[in-house]
């Protein structure tokens, strides 16, 4: 017996679990986020047989890491409507979104440039050193490879490619990680420069 079924009606794309770069995007966050993890696990350690901690290190400046936290939590309104616009397929609103995300991306990356000098130890000074120079530049790969996408994505939007519904997906699934890239950054802000100064 042969059974047929015409699916020439189902949709071309999905957004969120009906997307399978969105599966992608979710297994690659988890990977990344156990890196988070484990270095954060080795600063703590490191940090339970010191006698003083930072380890050899004056306090790092918390200025620079609050600006980012600051910059990142801001853009987290903007994200959230891209996400909306996108599912609706606003082609307006997902190009000047785009525009604004890019700017709200590239801002911390300027910052990040003065926060590595800012933690006043370097990344080969000692295991302190290691740790805190891994944390921040696994995070700082994480909003440059967003801040990519970003680009990449708003020049697309800007061209015939942005009449492709299949382009919204993608928009979705880069909202859905700036999340990722965001709510990391609290925890580590967190342990980089409140946590020494509670030790």
């Not at 959230?80 to 609103?93: C, G, P």
Request: charged share 15%.
């Amino acid at each position: 017996m042969k059974v047929e079924r015409d699916v020439s009606a189902l949709p071309r794309h999905g957004f969120g679990t009906h997307s399978l770069t969105w599966w992608g995007t979710l297994g690659f966050m988890a990977l990344e986020g156990s890196g988070f993890v484990l270095a954060a696990g080795a600063y703590l350690y490191l940090m339970t047989l010191a006698q003083k901690w930072p380890l050899n290190a004056p306090q790092p400046d918390v200025w620079p890491g609050t600006v980012v936290a600051i910059m990142l939590l801001a853009s987290l309104p903007l994200n959230m409507l891209m996400s909306r616009w996108a599912k609706q397929e606003d082609l307006v609103k997902v190009r000047w979104g785009l525009v604004g995300m890019s700017l709200f991306g590239i801002a911390p990356l300027i910052v990040r440039c003065f926060e590595f000098s800012a933690v006043n130890v370097r990344w080969d000074d000692n295991g302190y050193g290691s740790v805190v120079w891994f944390l921040l530049g696994l995070h700082t790969t994480h909003i440059f490879a967003d801040v990519a996408e970003t680009l990449v994505l708003t020049a697309l939007m800007f061209t015939r490619h942005g009449q492709n519904g299949r382009r919204f997906g993608d928009v979705h699934d880069n909202a859905f990680y700036w999340y990722f890239v965001v709510l990391t950054w609290l925890p580590i802000y967190a342990l980089l420069y409140w946590v020494p100064r509670a030790a």
